[in-house]
């Protein structure tokens, strides 16, 4: 039996188009035989997404899951918006995000899974491209935990539950009333859907960011011919701002539109008892990223009657 390499694998995947576990299992099925191999997924339908790979897909379903102190989100995309609308694939998305709490963000950990019924999530992913007729892929996972308080979760424009276009999940840590602190916490992440902060607060924020920010709007300030110290001043108050465009807890909650999200999360912990911090947040958007081929309906058809 010839050995299986990783540089035979990537030889099988190049070849096939199939994924990294599923070309293993054929290799180790085939004795370490490339052609073979080729023949085995061929035969198990697995070889068509090679066809598929190099097409577009940025439709799909975002999913989430959330229990207790931990939540899980992933992204699964497909071709066609019709695709994400079908049984078979919400259920997929929605066992798969089930799958990534034990993945703890990693995806090549989540693509080898095992899948409910047998198999990797990699290799069922792969008999749905065959089945199906389009690319598909899981593009990304991510994963919060708290050691005390909650991990809430919210979907924007839900197809099915925990399933949609945009999911966000949001970890608390406090020791007050969890039922309560998840009410905030699901308001929160309806805040996440809507605003897309970058960050929690501006400790957060990448340091290259802020530099660049500042420089910025240093050059903006001395355009106005003011004093240096002035113009110091007009620099402080505008990365303020800034930080109230793109820092979570500087924003002002949409829930109330009052409120900045800091005073809220301050206010609950008082009600609650206990103090409240947000101790971090995940947003998926659908496709965000994803550079989509633009194509002319009409140019396409008149070519295929051509």
Known sequence: MAEITAALVKDLREKTGAGMMVCKKALTETAGDLEGAVDWLRKKGLAAAAKKAGRVAAEGLVGTAAEGTRGAIVEV????????????????????????????????????????????VAEQLNEMIAKVGENMGLRRTGYLEVSTGVVAQYVHNQVAPALGKIGVLTALESTGDAAKLAVLG?????????????????????????????????????????????????????????????????????????????????????????????????????GEGIERQESDFAAEVAAQLA
């Open 186 to 286: 699901r308001q929160l992440a309806m805040h996440v859907a809507a605003t897309n902060p970058q960050a929690v607060d501006s400790a957060d924020l990448d340091p290259a960011l802020v530099e660049r920010e500042r420089n910025i709007l240093g050059e903006q300030a001395r355009a106005s011919g003011k004093p240096e110290n002035v113009i110091e001043k007009m620099i402080e108050g505008r990365l303020r701002k800034f930080y109230e465009e793109v820092c979570l807890l500087d924003q002002t909650f949409v829930i109330d539109g009052e409120r900045k999200v800091r005073q809220a999360v301050e206010q609950a912990g008082t009600d609650l008892g206990a103090p409240v911090k947000v101790a971090g947040f995940l947003r998926f958007q659908l």
């Open 77 to 120: 995309n497909s071709e066609t918006d019709f695709v994400a609308r079908n049984d078979a694939f919400q259920g997929f998305v929605g066992t798969v995000a089930n799958l990534a709490m034990g993945a703890g963000g990693d995806v090549d950990k989540l693509n080898a899974a095992g899948y409910p019924g047998g198999g990797t």
